[in-house]
């Protein structure tokens, strides 16, 4: 079944309002247009509306959890906040939440997001991190200058996911919907 734009279905599939909100609305704090993108689903062959409508809930709610997750600053404490499990991680500047600087998940880092957030992207100079990629992209004039704007401007929200399967569909449905300016 098809849906069409602006059209909402409640979980019978019958047209009209959608009783059950996106997670995403109250962490945005802002109204998502068409009621849950749940509600929005068409599916693949062999698989059922409510197969995709549970999975499209249950990755909206991690990445709800993502996003209401302690903020944790770049100062003196930001190591020993981050934890040694595998995870999401997402970061930003406080004073436009609504934007994502960077966003990525941990692979087979040793020590989970601590090392991917801390070791790699504020202290680390490997291409593809963050301060290269600030750098890169004009916002600070060399590698040095990075680790005082980070640590200045920005934050980041972690969620530890132990599994690497779902930590992979997650990441690709957390950059999907947070679009950060940049990513791997």
Known sequence: MRIAAGEQRDAAGEAGA???ASPLISVFGRPWKGGAMSDRIVPAVGETRGDLAERLRVLESQLAGLLGSPVIRFDEQ?????PEVHGIYRIFDPSKPYETVRAG???TAA????QRVYQNHL?????GNLRRQLVAGGVCTDLEATKRYVRANLAVQVLAVEDAEDRAWLEHFMLGVLRPRYCD
């Open 111 to 114: 020590a989970g997001l601590r």
């Open 18 to 20: 959608s009783a059950e």
């Open 105 to 107: 998940r941990t692979k």
């Open 123 to 127: 202290m680390g100079d490997q291409a």
């Open 78 to 82: 930001c190591r020993s906040a981050l």
